[in-house]
């Protein structure tokens, strides 16, 4: 086979040729041949069944009255038929009434007929044939024939068609080796023209077309892309030698722009240092205003208790609104504070053991209202076996209030879920706490606004449920630097999943310790028992706030 697929075209295509027209003649002859050793034996059996029935006619009367001689006289006839080389007529008892013989012996006959029909034994046919009388069998007749002239005769198609298929087998390898040329050529040709334009890189070299059918099709493509390698060699020079010539021009440019590089580096560094300077200013200017802020909360809270006292009554309405008002604005200066603590690289973590079910109760307290507030139900509960979690309290608790406040505001008469739990991640043991709501979700076009300080989904969020922004911005940065963080999935409509993922123990360690926003404190493992006044949130236990 590889010694074929090295060939030239021009001998595959003479090897292609030869071989159909013989494998054409050959079929036609083997159809031939079997046609005529199928037609041949009918006509035989045709033939050999007139005779047997010319003798069953002549047999029918000298049978019927026991006249041997007459039948073996109709018997006799048969020398004028050389093939035929035995012939019996049995009784109908099975018998032999009369016998002719021709080159074989009396052992060689049937010692009883067999049923109407013919076969061929051994180079013979064999035929028997009833002889009926007034619709009664009265005998049998029984012919064998050679079928000699018959394989002579195939003997002779055979060496017609050998003959046959030699001849037209030569006719076809000298018809094809002058044919192969229409397209060898055309091929041979195309093959030393690129082997050329190969060797010298010469692409103004063109393959002559000599027709119009695929071959020249094939010219003309191979003389189009010839032509197009041309152009882009030419454009390629032309474009090297401009190249050589910006290369001087980008050394200049260069030098030029690495002193550029150098004027925005440094300006690059005031502007961090403002930046720095701004956050700050904004630390130490929202530490002063939070102070006049608790006095006014302070005193709004003293007015509210003697308006009660006094049964001021018109008055409470408005010193509440006073209350409200001065502490949301303090929760205002708090976020701000806290963001910028964390810009100015000034937060300070105190990490310790706490107990899961005192962060759980602390949620169940806090957010319970909030839920109240728009008719959801709170649902928090934990995994067994999960009894501690090193974090800042604070700031986890923080990261938690801001989670649930979120959810219990964009949900109304629905439900909100806190739920702590182990995941294996990376070979490491983690603590998630997802917080999920039936609340409006979030679109997956406004997802990564999330996160951003001062931004919030759309314009008609704020308006319609307040808030500055800044409660997921200041709690991601709280799980970043405890080594975690927080992410969530959504759907618009049925509600969003916030997860807080932080590791358990000492598996985030080192990420915290590294952290150049935050300096750490390691505090002692918290071993208090919960207080008493609180409802102790177990493994596996879920509480429900109305």
Known sequence: MRAARDMSIRLKLIAIITLTSMVALLLACAAFVAYEMVIYPAAVTEQLSIVAQIIAGNSTAPLAFDDRKSVNETLATLRAEPSIVSACVYTSDGRPFAVYLQGESRRDLPRVPESAGARLEAGHLLLFRPIVFDGERIGT??????????????????????????????????????????????????????????????????VSKRSNDELGVLADRFNEMLAQIQIRSRDLNEAQTALQRHVVELRTEILERQSIQEELLTAKQAAEESSRSKST???????????????????????????????????????????????????????????SKIEAGKIELIIEDVPVADILNDAVSTAGPLARQNG?????????????????????????????????????????????????QDGKTWTEWRVTDTGIGIPPDQMHKLFRPFSQVDASTTRKYGGTGLGLAIS???????????????????????????????????AME?????????????????????????????????
């Not at 029984?142 to 001849?167: F, Q, T």
């Not at 205003?289 to 001021?312: F, H, K, V």
């Not at 979120?406 to 629905?414: D, E, P, Q, S």
Request: hydrophobic share 45%; glycine share 6%.
């Open 141 to 206: 007749v029984y012919l064998k024939r050679d079928l000699k002239d018959m394989y002579a005769r195939l003997e002779r198609y055979a060496w017609i068609v050998l003959a046959v298929l030699l001849a037209s087998s030569l006719a076809a390898l000298v018809l094809s080796s002058r044919v192969q040329r229409v397209i060898s050529e055309p091929v041979r040709n195309l093959a030393d023209v690129a082997m050329r334009v190969s060797a010298v890189r010469d692409y103004s070299l063109r």
């Open 281 to 339: 200013f904004l630390a130490n200017m929202s530490h002063e205003l939070r102070t006049p802020l608790n006095a006014i909360i302070g005193y709004s809270e003293m007015l509210q208790e003697d308006a009660g006292t006094q049964g001021w009554r018109d008055s409470i309405p408005d010193l509440e609104r006073i209350r409200a008002a001065g502490k949301h604005l303090l929760a205002l200066i708090n976020d701000v504070l806290d963001l």
């Open 376 to 424: 959801n139900q709170l649902l928090v509960g934990s995994q067994a076996g999960l009894d501690n979690v090193r974090v800042d309290p604070l700031k986890f608790r923080q990261c938690l209030y801001n989670l649930l406040s979120n959810a219990c505001k964009f949900t109304r008469n629905g439900t909100v879920t806190l739920e702590a739990a182990k995941a294996e």
């Open 476 to 510: 991601q940065r709280f799980c970043q630097l405890m080594g975690g963080a927080i992410t969530v999935t959504s759907e618009p409509g049925k509600g969003s999943t916030f997860t807080i993922r932080l590791p358990r123990h000492g598996d985030g360690g080192l």
């Open 514 to 546: 590294h952290s150049p926003l935050a300096r750490i404190v390691s505090g002692a493992p918290a071993t208090q028992e919960p207080q008493t006044n609180r409802v102790l949130v177990s493994e596996e236990t879920i509480h429900l706030v109305a």
